[in-house]
């Protein structure tokens, strides 16, 4: 069954502007990942945020984490064209720590 | 990539046919998936495994078999393909003690 709901489905926004992107889980989880996906491609790991942090940064990434609301957010700051792409979250639940459960996933794209 | 490669990248065949699409890496990662990913589903777990000759099925294995005899192998079955199991294939493997995935290019199966 699917883990991860992701919102929204579809981002459109201007180059530099930041992009937040939201998911929500169902069970409780020892980690939510996410991933990046461009078109026709593989999917690419971004960042991983354990069940017990709050807050993460990669760069342009933050990430954080509501265990009591069972949500994560993604944002991009200072988008670029080349961050164009779908975006997946990724939970594995504690009873299948080596599964991955994907959300449908938000699809960005950034206007120059 | 973690030097994942899947075969072939695409293929049409036709209802009934038995149909084999096969994964190799080379980064000797112990964990190895077959996900799908079609429109309005996200990505979706057929099989895995996490040792040679142990596998075990995922959310979506009905009408798929997996083998694996080498570290470096994963094959995907479909016994007798169905117009249903159009899509986009997906390999992923995991190395011991780390909870991020490396994702194949995909593989476009098209089921007439």
């Known amino acids: 069954s699917q883990q991860g709901e992701e919102d929204p489905q579809a981002l459109s926004i201007q180059e530099g502007e930041n992009a937040t992107m939201n998911c929500s889980y169902k069970t409780s989880i020892n980690n939510l990942q996410w991933y990046r996906q461009n078109s026709g491609r593989g999917l690419v790991h971004l960042i991983l945020i354990r069940s017990n942090e709050r807050e993460k940064h990669s760069g342009r990434l933050r990430v954080t984490l509501d265990t009591s609301k069972k949500s994560s957010s993604l944002l991009i700051t200072a988008s670029r064209a080349a961050d164009t792409a779908s975006y997946f979250c990724?939970?594995?639940?504690?009873?299948?720590?080596?599964?991955?459960?994907f959300g449908q996933g938000t699809r960005l794209t950034i206007n120059p | 990539d973690a030097g994942i490669t899947q075969s072939p990248r695409h293929k049409v065949t036709e209802t009934g046919t038995p149909v084999t699409l096969r994964c190799h890496q080379t980064?000797?990662?112990?964990?190895m998936y077959w996900y799908r990913q079609d429109p309005g589903h996200g990505l979706r777990l057929i099989h895995y495994s996490y040792g040679v000759k142990d596998t075990d099925k995922g959310e979506v294995s009905d009408g798929y078999s997996v083998s694996r005899s080498k570290t470096e192998d994963f094959l995907l079955t479909l016994e007798s393909a169905t117009s249903s199991q159009t899509s986009v294939y997906f390999c992923?493997?995991?190395?011991?003690?780390?909870?991020?995935?490396?994702f194949g290019p995909g593989t476009r199966l098209t089921v007439t």
């Open positions: 990724a939970t594995d639940e504690i009873q299948g720590a080596q599964k991955l459960v």
């Open positions: 992923a493997t995991q190395g011991q003690g780390v909870y991020e995935q490396y």
């Open positions: 980064e000797n990662h112990r964990y």
